[in-house]
């Protein structure tokens, strides 16, 4: 009796530590999706099933793999087990096209009493990747007619000429007044390198440069939204008076102290700082 009651016994862990390994995803790892928000994993009827408290924000992570690379895309959120499975939710959108991976750590769950070992599920969002390169922007001589970018890594860079794709654009930040200020024409420039340009002449006053997702393709994957804030400010031109002034350089070197306008006959042309003002300076020796 006693070796019948310890068959039976054995016979039941096993059977409660296959259970702890057999459960089911859905939507199930290896798939297309369309996005990814909430993810069910369930266990047979009747597992009992316990979840780290300590890890149920933050210790389950989704990545988007990138080439060997994995990038960080949110944090999921597992909430208690409702009887005989869990859900995972993601805690910001999971929309761009792309491979990922969702990693559940070490004994996040235990069923029928066995910690589960880590595991991953895999799916691919349907589309054109989102390439996870970065884009730097800049622009000369206190304009913004032309801007250049640069992207980097980055080994064939291209216009994409997809319908609804829209156009680099120009904000003015002026509080409720704020406004589209222009649109950018792009030209490719390198294997990495772009300019924008526009006709329009902008004025002084605070800008954000906006590229939208997916007007550029990245070595053949669209380009994640940018943007940049830029500030123009007025450059005026210096005439020859007998006011006084303090001039300084770029560099914050004072080069004219308390002097007539005429002492800057004496430096070379450029931009300086004059009574705290950035001023235009053509006339110099």
Not at 47 to 52: P, Q
Not at 133 to 142: G, K, L, V, Y
Not at 190 to 219: M, R, V
Request: glycine share 8%; net charge negative; aromatic share 8%.
């Amino acid at each position: 009796m006693k070796k019948t009651i310890t068959t039976l016994l054995f016979t039941l862990l096993c059977i409660f530590a296959s259970n702890a390994q057999d459960y089911t995803v859905e939507p199930a790892s290896g798939t297309t999706v369309e996005n990814l928000t909430d993810i069910y994993i369930t266990w047979p009827e009747g597992s009992t099933i316990d979840v780290d408290m300590t890890m149920m924000q933050g210790g389950i992570k989704t990545y988007m793999v990138d080439g060997d690379n994995k990038v960080f895309t949110t944090d999921v959120f597992c909430g208690p087990a409702f009887g005989n499975y869990v859900m995972l939710t993601m805690m910001s959108p999971t929309t761009d096209a792309g491979d990922y991976v969702v990693e559940i750590p070490d004994k996040m769950f235990t069923v029928n009493g066995n910690a589960i070992e880590a595991f991953s599920l895999y799916y691919t969002i349907s589309g054109i990747p989102t390439s996870t390169a970065s884009i730097e922007m800049s622009c000369d001589n206190n304009s913004l007619s032309n801007i250049f970018i640069t992207v980097s890594p980055c080994t064939e860079l291209q216009i994409n000429e997809g319908e609804g794709v829209e156009a680099p654009f120009l904000i003015k930040n002026d509080g409720f007044n704020s406004h589209v200020a222009t649109q950018y024409t792009i030209t490719i420039t390198g294997a990495n390198t772009a300019t924008l340009t526009t006709g329009k002449e902008i004025g002084n006053g605070e800008y954000t440069l906006h590229i939208p997702k997916g007007c550029l393709l990245i070595d053949g994957k669209l380009n994640k939204l940018v943007y940049k804030d830029f500030r123009i400010s007025a450059i005026t031109k210096v005439e020859n008076d007998k006011q006084q002034v303090n001039v300084y350089n770029l560099q914050g070197v004072q080069v004219v102290n308390n002097g007539s306008t005429n002492e800057m006959n004496n430096l070379q042309p450029g931009i300086y700082i004059v009574n705290g003002e950035k001023k235009l300076i053509q006339r110099g020796k």
